[in-house]
């Protein structure tokens, strides 16, 4: 950017020289773009896992009083089984998630999924 601003100053009748006021004004005008371009970066890096954790942190957020395993698994059913079981497990030892057995005794191993406390609910 730099050289592109001491390029159009010096037009087309000498060298163009890059002093300090072309590299600060240049920061200067990157610096407005810092955040969009590192959100973008950022949305660019993520794995498919990490999408799917945010998928199932969205579903469990909108749920605060915890929801039944079966439930969000039908929420998922593009994903296997075994797929869904890492990412709770990934969740749970992060402490995105907290995971407990409800108390019938009913359904799969994952009975009760709740947000964890001082989650992002």
């Known amino acids: 950017m ?3 601003l001491a390029i159009d100053e010096a037009g087309y009748d000498r ?6 006021s072309h590299f ?4 200067h005008l990157g610096m407005r773009w ?3 371009t590192l959100g973008l970066i950022e949305k660019l890096g993520r ?3 990490e999408r799917n954790c945010d998928s199932v942190l969205s579903i469990v957020w909108a749920h605060p009083n915890g929801m039944r395993f079966r439930d969000l698994y039908r929420k998922l059913r593009q994903l296997k089984p075994r797929d869904v079981g890492d990412l709770l497990s990934a969740l749970q030892l992060q402490g995105e998630i907290t995971v407990a057995k409800d108390s ?3 359904g799969p191993e994952f009975d009760l999924i709740f947000p964890a406390p001082g989650g992002l609910a």
């Open 34 to 36: 810092v955040d969009s």
């Open 47 to 49: 794995t498919r896992f």
């Open 24 to 27: 600060e004004f240049a920061r």
């Open 15 to 20: 060298i163009p020289r890059v002093s300090i």
């Open 2 to 4: 730099a050289g592109l």
């Open 104 to 106: 019938s005794k009913k």
